[in-house]
């Protein structure tokens, strides 16, 4: 994994469209954010635990068109990023890898709560 500038280092590369509008999808998100976690989980650097949450944070609206693919209204989540908009079917590729991304955020986030030093943690 490479910077922004092309340099090794722990920066998640964005799901740009590559030329030619391919669209960004909640299959490829979900790859960066499990490369994230299994990342953290090796590594235990709380850089890789912050850019699995960014990644996932893309699916919530921050993306490049700052629109959420998750519809709350029907717990799916649309298929994807075009140039012109969201693509507004809610294929049931995409709607698991959103529910799936669920439950590896909250054992995340569950798995460190239960291994923090009891001082550190918070009621």
Not at 3 to 10: E, I, L, T
Not at 52 to 59: G, I, Q, S
Request: overall charge negative.
């Amino acid at each position: 994994m490479t910077d922004s500038r092309g340099a090794p280092g722990r920066r998640v590369a964005e799901l740009k469209p590559l030329p030619g509008g391919v669209d960004q999808q909640p299959v490829k998100a979900k790859t960066m954010v499990e490369a994230c976690v299994e990342a953290f989980n090796v590594t235990r650097e709380k850089t890789w635990f912050e850019n699995a949450v960014m990644c996932f944070n893309w699916f919530l609206g921050h993306n490049e068109l700052n629109m959420p693919l998750y519809d709350p209204k029907t717990g799916g989540c649309r298929d994807g990023l075009m140039a012109d908009g969201i693509n507004q079917n809610q294929g049931a590729e995409s709607s698991l890898a959103w529910l799936l991304l669920l439950v590896t955020l909250q054992k995340l986030y569950a798995d460190e709560i239960l291994i923090q030093p009891s001082s550190q943690k918070t009621d």
